[in-house]
């Protein structure tokens, strides 16, 4: 998020390892981190070793730890929603004819209009022909921030400027918000390169505040009687990559996309809201995955740069209530970034991090992808097939099923990320078109 990002920038100092200073209190020192037990996704709690065979085993139990301690469950009335969607518009001669564009409105209740819902905005290469694979990610600040395109409707956002100034409430943004993020999304380049690319704004179905969670779509689920989340029930982190599998649920049933080569991205909060999309969700067919840092793919163990009581200090709402527990215990969480990445495994994943956001411990990402791509191996897939980091702006090969790379410059998502991610993709979901 651009504001949250001019904060860390101010907060943690210009880019580049060794530079930053962080907030009093956190570790910015390499040689300070103290020896720590990184989790091994290949064994049980129990002590047992995992096989190929009890994999599914180990993975539900993973996926129950995140639950119960990180991130919350989805509750069992929020899954297999039936898809109620409609297609409110389609330009097959959008971006200057470039593309074909899509506009949808996906209904979470019979309820329709006055119901919950959330804004699809999906692009395809114009003259697509067939069933194109898509990449699929949350915005910050509204659809029509990705590219700079006056057909993209103004669907109303919450801001934290509208938030400042009395109660929270939905407003339709500035039309100066067009194509704000083009550099974050390069939607041009991934078209060209024979993807489609779609979005939603993650404020539809639940705002980034805290003590918000009535404003979005957690209430719709609770229990009779219920007026707040249980204490292993799903944040807003939770409800984000819910929001995400809904709109797959609908790219499955739009016959110019293939279902079946979905890929998920999401960067910061929401490389965190994709990461656990992607892990719940095996339908997403690979994971691109930015910066997403502690609480996400970056080990929580290793204590680096954030750690779970800023993240609980700043957004406690962002995960399950017990997160709290685990304040202070970083090195005794029982699940971690490695875990999560573990999940996704058979399927194709990168990471990514960036050398100025130390804040996200980069080498705790990348030890995170190291120790994933154990799964992919005993899974029958080529891992990292590395164990030491790779330099700065050098990628680690994008054939093997999980690719790094640590490039130069901010938190944030630049042309060299999308460039790495659309390589990626064209060793696994079959090249360009
Ligand atoms: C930071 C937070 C990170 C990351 C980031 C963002 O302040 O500490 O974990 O999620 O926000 O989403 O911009």
Redesign the pocket.
């Known amino acids: ?1 651009r504001l ?2 001019l904060f ?1 920038a101010a907060a943690l100092g210009s880019s580049g390892a060794g530079a930053q200073s962080f907030p009093a209190g956190y570790n910015n020192v390499e040689a300070a981190v103290k020896p720590y037990t990184a989790l091994d996704p290949l064994i049980f709690v129990d002590g047992k070793a995992v096989t190929a065979k009890t994999w599914p085993k180990r993975r539900a139990e993973i996926l129950g730890l995140f639950e119960e301690n990180v991130f919350g469950r989805t509750p069992a009335a929020a899954k297999g929603l039936p898809v109620r969607a409609h297609v409110d518009e389609q330009d097959d001669h959008a971006l200057g004819g470039k593309a074909i564009r899509k506009q949808i409105t996906l209904y979470f209740s019979a309820k329709g209009e006055d119901g919950p819902k959330e804004h699809l905005l999906l692009y395809l290469p114009a003259g697509s022909k067939g069933k194109t694979p898509v990449v699929l990610g949350m915005s910050f600040a509204g659809n029509q921030t990705i590219v700079d395109d006056p057909g993209i409707r103004m669907n109303p956002t919450w801001t934290r400027e509208v938030k400042s100034r009395g109660a929270p409430h939905l407003e339709v943004p500035a039309e100066t918000t067009r194509g704000a993020q083009t550099q974050q999304w390069q939607v041009e380049k991934v078209l060209a390169r024979g993807y489609g690319i779609a979005t939603i704004y993650y404020g539809d179905p639940e705002p980034d505040y805290k003590d918000a969670a009535q404003l979005g779509i957690r209430p719709y689920f609770y229990a009779a009687g219920q007026t707040a989340p249980a204490a292993d029930e799903w944040g807003a982190i939770g409800v984000w990559a819910w929001g995400l599998s809904q709109a797959l649920d609908y790219l499955e049933t739009d016959a110019m996309v293939d279902g079946t080569r979905v890929a998920v991205t999401g960067h ?2 929401l490389g ?1 809201a994709a990461d656990w999309a992607a892990a719940q969700d095996m339908r997403f067919a690979a994971l691109l995955s930015t910066e997403s ?3 996400g793919q970056s080990l929580s163990r290793r204590v680096y740069g ?1 750690t779970v009581a ?2 609980q200090q ?1 957004f406690p709402y962002w995960f399950c209530a017990n997160y709290a527990k685990w304040v202070g215990r970083d090195t005794e969480i029982p699940t971690d970034g490695n875990l999560l990445l573990a999940l996704i495994a058979p399927r194709p994943l990168y990471v990514a991090s960036a050398e100025g956001d130390q ?1 996200s411990d980069p080498k705790g990402e990348f030890l995170a992808a190291v120790s994933a791509s154990r799964v992919y191996g005993l899974l029958g897939k080529a891992g990292i097939g590395m164990a030491t980091m790779p330099a700065v702006d050098e990628p680690t090969d994008p054939a093997r099923f999980v690719a790094y790379h640590v490039r130069t410059g901010k938190h944030d998502v630049t042309a060299y990320d999308w460039e790495q991610y659309l390589n990626f993709l064209d060793a696994h979901f079959g090249g360009r078109k």
Do not use: T
Request: proline content about 0%; overall charge positive.
């Open positions: 998020m949250r990002v860390l910061s909060r965190k840092g502690k609480g954030e800023h993240l700043s804040w």
